[in-house]
């Protein structure tokens, strides 16, 4: 059975930090492309950051660039996300992604909740 578990969100104050994980289960996590998706109330799912299944290329959306970071650990099967600077704007449900890099398989997580709030 295939399993991603986020963890890591909560609320933080504006310009505050907050690093997310996703750790997999039921796939070889080395062949996928992982990938952090977030949704904003009334708004639709937007992709946020990107990584190759061998970490060697990143992707982001354009509000993020230089405030978030997306690595893996392929020995621990997980994938992060480093949030920095955070604004009220980054409020949403962030989830996990997994792509097979040939196939196109995904599976999602269950996502985890990010509210930046004075």
């Known amino acids: 059975q295939v399993q991603l578990v986020e963890s890591g969100g909560g609320l933080v104050q504006p310009g505050g930090s907050l690093r997310l994980s996703c750790t997999t289960s039921g796939i070889t996590f080395s062949n996928y492309a992982m990938r952090w998706y977030r949704q904003a109330p009334g708004e639709e799912r937007e992709l946020v950051a990107a990584i190759t299944r061998t970490g060697d290329s990143t992707n982001y959306e354009d509000s993020v660039k230089g405030r978030f970071t997306i690595s893996r650990d392929n020995a621990k099967n997980t994938v992060y996300l480093q949030m920095n600077s955070l604004k009220p704007e980054d409020t949403a449900v962030y989830y996990c992604?997994?792509?097979?890099?040939?196939?196109?398989?995904?599976?999602w997580g269950q996502g985890t909740q990010v509210t930046v709030s004075s």
């Open positions: 992604n997994a792509r097979h890099a040939l196939r196109g398989t995904t599976y």
